[in-house]
Nanobody, 124 residues
Framework: QVQLVESGGGLVQAGGSLRLSCAAS????????MGWFRQAPGKEREFVAT????????YYADSVKGRFTISRDNAKNTVYLQMNSLKPGDTAVYYC?????????????????WGQGTQVTVSS
């Protein structure tokens, strides 16, 4: 069983920054691929970013590329999402997810465990 707890969400003005954190339980966190997804009201959950178990490989949705950075600290069992130049369109509940086989993917259905989510609201 893996538990994921997101934090760091909040209200920010357009152009501002936030850093999301996702703390994971489990002794083998360093073997998991991790991802961030988001869901805006009335929309489907969508891929944001993913990172390999080692942290050496990352991949981003086109909508956030150049503005968001995913990283991880395996010693702290934590994955981060640094969000800069935020736009009102980034408003959503942000979820982290763990993929236990270690193969990072953009596909929502490939992830095995999910956090409860943290709200990010960007005002114009």
């Amino acid at each position: 069983q893996v538990q994921l707890v997101e934090s760091g969400g909040g209200l920010v003005q357009a152009g501002g920054s936030l850093r999301l954190s996702c703390a994971a339980s489990g002794r083998t966190f360093s073997s998991y691929a991790m991802g961030w997804f988001r869901q805006a009201p009335g929309k489907e959950r969508e891929f944001v970013a993913t990172i390999s178990w080692s942290g050496l490989s990352t991949y981003y949705a086109d909508s956030v590329k150049g503005r968001f950075t995913i990283s991880r600290d395996n010693a702290k069992n934590t994955v981060y999402l640094q969000m800069n130049s935020l736009k009102p369109g980034d408003t959503a509940v942000y979820y982290c997810a763990a993929e236990l086989s270690g193969y990072f993917t953009t596909r929502l259905g490939e992830y095995d465990y999910w956090g409860q989510g943290t709200q990010v609201t960007v005002s114009s």
